[in-house]
């Protein structure tokens, strides 16, 4: 049994390999560009717009108010980068229902990529909205003292977030496989049924924790100045 997309390797040559989480994670960002680009590419402004169009208005209006519910009064500056977070992870997640499909969040690799993005995306929008001295100032508080522990909560909670979303994904795939050789017809169905559910909840976690770190640091920048 594998545990993880990455111990199937197509194409191996010194440090570079082409494994299957390498091309589902291109498969998967090759189809959202191309859903984007087909949802986006004839919208109006007309009161009878396309049920695609009104899918992606629903879909931007409900990621928006989750952003501003946060704290985060304009979603618009977020949008770009908390949706792509929750979409690309969502539909890797909810292609399990394919054949043979792995899903790349099931991979250690993914999910600290992921991490780090969001790691690096905190102290970005942080300066931006703020400027990099309130930033920096935001981690003497309440005094120079908890510098240390505001750095090492920095570096946990990424690695919390890259762990909790790769065992979420792979535990699920690995009861499944050992049903699926126990019982081929009926428990997989239910497993991969609520491996779907499962993969949406994780998807929501994962991008509300992302928004919920970028509020800490724009708020907390904000308050010193």
């Given at each position: 049994?594998?545990?993880?997309?990455?111990?199937?390797?197509f194409?191996?040559?010194g440090?570079?390999?082409?494994?299957?989480t390498?091309?589902?994670?291109w498969?998967i960002?090759?189809t959202?560009?191309?859903?984007?680009w087909?949802?986006?590419r004839?919208?109006k402004?007309d009161?009878?717009i396309?049920?695609?169009?009104c899918?992606?208005?629903?879909?931007?209006?409900t990621?928006?108010n989750?952003?501003?519910d946060?704290?985060?009064?304009?979603?618009e500056?977020?949008i770009?980068?908390?949706?792509?977070?929750f979409?690309f992870?969502?539909?890797?997640?909810?292609?399990?229902?394919f054949?043979?499909?792995?899903?790349?969040?099931?991979?250690?690799?993914?999910t600290?990529a992921?991490?780090?993005?969001?790691f690096?995306a905190?102290p970005?929008?942080g300066?931006?909205?703020n400027g990099?001295r309130n930033?920096?100032k935001s981690?003497?508080?309440?005094?120079?003292i908890m510098?240390?522990?505001?750095?090492i909560?920095e570096?946990?909670?990424?690695?919390?977030?890259?762990v909790?979303?790769f065992?979420?994904?792979?535990?699920g795939?690995?009861?499944?496989?050992?049903?699926?050789?126990?019982t081929?017809?009926?428990?997989?169905?239910v497993?991969?049924?609520?491996?779907?559910?499962?993969?949406?909840?994780q998807?929501?976690?994962?991008?509300?924790l992302?928004?919920v770190?970028?509020?800490a640091?724009?708020?907390e920048?904000?308050h010193e100045?």
């Amino acid at each position: 049994m594998k545990l993880s997309p990455d111990e199937t390797v197509f194409w191996e040559h010194g440090f570079i390999t082409i494994n299957m989480t390498l091309v589902m994670t291109w498969a998967i960002m090759l189809t959202l560009v191309l859903a984007s680009w087909l949802v986006t590419r004839n919208l109006k402004t007309d009161i009878h717009i396309s049920r695609w169009q009104c899918i992606l208005e629903t879909l931007v209006t409900t990621i928006n108010n989750q952003i501003r519910d946060i704290g985060l009064p304009c979603p618009e500056k977020y949008i770009g980068y908390i949706g792509t977070l929750f979409l690309f992870i969502a539909t890797s997640n909810s292609c399990i229902i394919f054949p043979f499909y792995e899903p790349p969040t099931g991979s250690l690799s993914t999910t600290t990529a992921l991490a780090l993005s969001v790691f690096l995306a905190v102290p970005i929008f942080g300066i931006s909205e703020n400027g990099i001295r309130n930033y920096l100032k935001s981690y003497l508080k309440p005094s120079v003292i908890m510098m240390p522990f505001h750095l090492i909560s920095e570096f946990t909670r990424t690695l919390a977030l890259a762990v909790r979303l790769f065992g979420n994904i792979m535990s699920g795939e690995m009861i499944v496989g050992i049903l699926l050789s126990i019982t081929p017809l009926i428990f997989p169905i239910v497993m991969k049924a609520l491996g779907l559910l499962v993969g949406m909840v994780q998807a929501y976690i994962f991008s509300v924790l992302a928004t919920v770190y970028i509020t800490a640091a724009v708020q907390e920048a904000k308050h010193e100045e």
